[in-house]
């Protein structure tokens, strides 16, 4: 009887009851969703979750959140607060934001939450790592890595970093045309790190080949964890298995100089390091450290190198006041040499003329990296997994979720400083406001993370930064090649959408000391 009714009703009327069936199914499985999600808090605390949305069964926000970009998150914060829940990438998502409630995370490594990487990525990288390692492995390879960035190492590196980025802001000079910036510093940080944390003796064609395949291993570093033909993983994994082929010579090499022997890069000071400590190392485990290595230091430096070029160039002022600095100190011009020579640097026989203390005494140059790095800090935030349920701003965390804290977004919400947040004010960072702001603002400004899983290499990528900028601001003069600025993509990390398209010249030996026009 009912499927004869049915026959009766006419076209259009089956296709609208199919509708309302197929809406009702839907009601019922959004319904059953959102309860789901509800029903996942932990009943031992009486707190609430956080609000927010769980988007679509199955699917989240996560196609909310790759349409909308970083407007995602900031549009969520405009109508939930500063912590607040969502579901992307399959897992349940609490995403925070302000300095205290980003202190609680930082500061509640081992005890409150760990540090969350996905599968794909341990795969990749290797289990031989620190981004890896949790509890007591981390504290034993965190206290072994620091040295490499102590001030001893830091004063070895500055001569090498500031021979290198000298050689390539002339090269960028002598261009025939237009500069992509971001894929100029990607190659420039590739190369440094091979050569000066790696320690490897590669020439132009050797590191560009192994540039790439790093970047085919980082593009595949959170692809889905199966290893199908032709699936993301198995390309990442194909191009590290290449990698460690072209690590493992050298690696080798290394193993076998003297032991007695001063380390003379960072993969030397784990080699040294872990010996004293009598657990050497094999070679596999070397490799995955070099390959850490690389990967904690190149994009997000080239990221950085990039967002110093262009807010320089949109702020002359920083430009001027950066040369005033510059001559204050007497380090108002380059070395003598002709901007525009030819061939490589060390041909010309000048001297690198910065040092690590010269560095320190550059205030101004300092508050311009920290506000490029405030304004836009190249990697968004950081994820951690909730060990146990506790309280954050009022909310639970429930055990086992997802916790994202957001960089970005404490950073353009702070109210510790006197000048609006959105704008680019490097004097936020002179001493006369520090002494104002005190110690409340230390997690408002967070661009390297902090805690037992801060950056480890902060100093040298700030001092990387820092003779950047020196060496643009008395060699060079820019501008767009391009009708407007490029619009800024935030995934995965800050960067301009067309590379930064710009023009370089020169500065005549008479006012490389004086000014530049921009």
Same mark, same amino acid.
């Given at each position: 009887?009912?499927?004869?009714?049915?026959?009766?009703?006419?076209?259009?009327?089956?296709v609208?009851?199919?509708?309302?069936c197929?809406?009702?199914?839907?009601?019922?499985?959004?319904?059953?969703?959102?309860?789901?999600?509800?029903?996942?808090?932990?009943?031992?605390?009486?707190?609430p979750?956080?609000?927010?949305?769980?988007?679509?069964?199955?699917?989240?926000?996560?196609?909310?959140?790759?349409?909308?970009?970083?407007?995602?998150?900031?549009?969520?914060?405009?109508?939930?607060?500063?912590?607040?829940?969502?579901?992307?990438?399959?897992?349940?998502?609490?995403r925070?934001?302000?300095?205290?409630?980003?202190?609680?995370?930082?500061?509640?490594?081992?005890?409150?939450?760990?540090?969350?990487?996905?599968?794909s990525?341990?795969?990749?990288?290797?289990?031989n790592?620190?981004?890896?390692?949790?509890?007591?492995?981390?504290?034993?390879?965190?206290?072994?890595?620091?040295?490499?960035?102590?001030?001893?190492?830091?004063?070895?590196?500055?001569?090498?970093l500031?021979?290198?980025?000298?050689?390539?802001?002339?090269?960028?000079?002598?261009?025939?045309?237009?500069?992509?910036?971001?894929?100029?510093t990607?190659?420039?940080?590739?190369?440094?790190?091979v050569?000066?944390?790696?320690?490897?003796?590669?020439?132009?064609?050797?590191?560009?080949?192994?540039?790439?395949?790093?970047?085919?291993?980082?593009?595949?570093?959170?692809?889905?964890?199966?290893?199908?033909?032709?699936?993301g993983?198995?390309?990442?994994?194909r191009?590290?298995?290449?990698?460690? =082929?072209h690590?493992?010579?050298?690696?080798?090499?290394?193993?076998?100089?003297?032991?007695?022997?001063?380390?003379?890069d960072?993969l030397d000071?784990?080699?040294?390091?872990?010996?004293?400590?009598?657990?050497?190392?094999?070679v596999?485990?070397?490799?995955?450290?070099?390959?850490?290595?690389?990967?904690?230091?190149?994009?997000?430096?080239?990221?950085?190198?990039?967002?110093?070029?262009?807010?320089?160039?949109?702020?002359?002022?920083?430009?001027t006041?950066?040369? =005033?600095?510059?001559?204050?100190?007497?380090?108002?011009?380059?070395?003598?040499?002709?901007?525009?020579?030819?061939g490589?640097?060390?041909?010309?026989?000048?001297?690198?003329d910065?040092?690590?203390?010269?560095?320190?005494?550059?205030?101004?140059?300092?508050?311009?990296?920290?506000?490029?790095?405030?304004?836009?800090?190249?990697?968004?935030?950081?994820?951690?997994?909730?060990?146990?349920t506790?309280?954050?701003?009022?909310?639970?965390?429930?055990?086992g979720?997802?916790?994202?804290?957001?960089?970005?977004?404490?950073?353009?919400?702070?109210?510790?400083?006197?000048s609006?947040?959105?704008?680019?004010?490097?004097?936020?960072?002179?001493?006369?406001?520090?002494?104002?702001?005190?110690?409340?603002?230390?997690?408002?400004?967070?661009?390297?993370?902090?805690?037992?899983?801060?950056?480890l290499?902060?100093?040298?990528?700030?001092?990387?930064?820092?003779?950047?900028?020196?060496?643009?601001?008395?060699?060079?003069r820019?501008?767009?090649?391009?009708?407007?600025?490029?619009?800024?993509?935030?995934?995965?990390?800050?960067?301009?959408?067309?590379g930064?398209?710009?023009?370089?010249?020169?500065?005549?030996?008479?006012?490389a000391?004086?000014?530049?026009?921009?």
């Open positions: 009887m009912f499927a004869w009714g049915l026959s009766c009703l006419s076209p259009l009327g089956a609208g009851l199919a509708l309302l197929a809406c009702l199914l839907l009601g019922l499985a959004q319904h059953l969703w959102t309860l789901r999600w509800t029903l996942s808090r932990d009943p031992a605390s009486a707190l979750l956080p609000k927010g949305s769980m988007g679509w069964p199955f699917f989240g926000e996560t196609l909310h959140w790759l349409i909308q970009g970083s407007r995602f998150h900031s549009s969520r914060r405009e109508r939930y607060g500063t912590v607040f829940k969502t579901h992307l990438l399959g897992r349940p998502v609490i925070v934001s302000g300095a205290e409630n980003v202190r609680t995370i930082l500061l509640g490594e081992h005890r409150l939450v760990r540090s969350q990487w996905p599968q990525a341990h795969i990749l990288l290797g289990s790592t620190l981004l890896g390692a949790v509890g007591e492995p981390h504290r034993r390879r965190r206290k072994v890595l620091a040295r490499m960035f102590n001030r001893a190492a830091l004063e070895r590196y500055v001569p090498r500031q021979e290198a980025l000298r050689r390539e802001v002339r090269s960028w000079c002598a261009a025939r045309g237009p500069v992509a910036v971001y894929e100029a990607k190659a420039l940080t590739f190369r440094m790190a050569r000066i944390l790696l320690g490897l003796q590669l020439d132009e064609a050797q590191c560009a080949e192994l540039a790439r395949t790093f970047e085919q291993l980082v593009e595949n570093l959170f692809s889905l964890p199966l290893d199908v033909p032709f699936s993983l198995r390309k990442g994994i191009a590290r298995d290449q990698l460690h =082929q690590l493992e010579e050298a690696i080798a090499e290394k193993l076998h100089e003297d032991k007695a022997a001063e380390p003379g960072p000071l784990i080699i040294h390091s872990t010996r004293e400590l009598g657990q050497e190392l094999s596999q485990e070397l490799k995955e450290s070099a390959v850490e290595l690389l990967f904690a230091s190149f994009f997000t430096t080239a990221s950085a190198s990039t967002s110093l070029v262009l807010l320089l160039l949109q702020n002359p002022a920083a430009v006041k950066i040369q =005033q600095e510059l001559a204050t100190q007497g380090l108002g011009r380059a070395c003598s040499c002709s901007p525009g020579a030819a490589p640097l060390l041909e010309c026989g000048c001297e690198p910065l040092t690590l203390a010269a560095l320190g005494r550059l205030r101004y140059v300092d508050c311009v990296v920290k506000e490029v790095l405030r304004l836009l800090p190249p990697v968004s935030g950081g994820y951690r997994t909730a060990l146990r506790f309280e954050l701003d009022g909310y639970q965390i429930p055990k979720w997802s916790v994202m804290y957001s960089i970005r977004d404490t950073h353009e919400t702070a109210a510790v400083y006197s609006p947040p959105e704008g680019f004010d490097p004097e936020r960072f002179g001493a006369a406001c520090e002494e104002e702001r005190g110690t409340s603002g230390r997690f408002h400004y967070i661009p390297f993370g902090g805690g037992a899983r801060s950056c290499g902060q100093e040298l990528a700030q001092a990387v930064l820092q003779l950047l900028a020196v060496e643009l601001v008395r060699t060079a820019w501008e767009l090649a391009t009708p407007t600025f490029p619009a800024m993509q935030t995934v995965p990390i800050v960067h301009p959408v067309d930064l398209r710009l023009f370089f010249h020169p500065l005549a030996p008479s006012s000391g004086n000014r530049v026009h921009l």
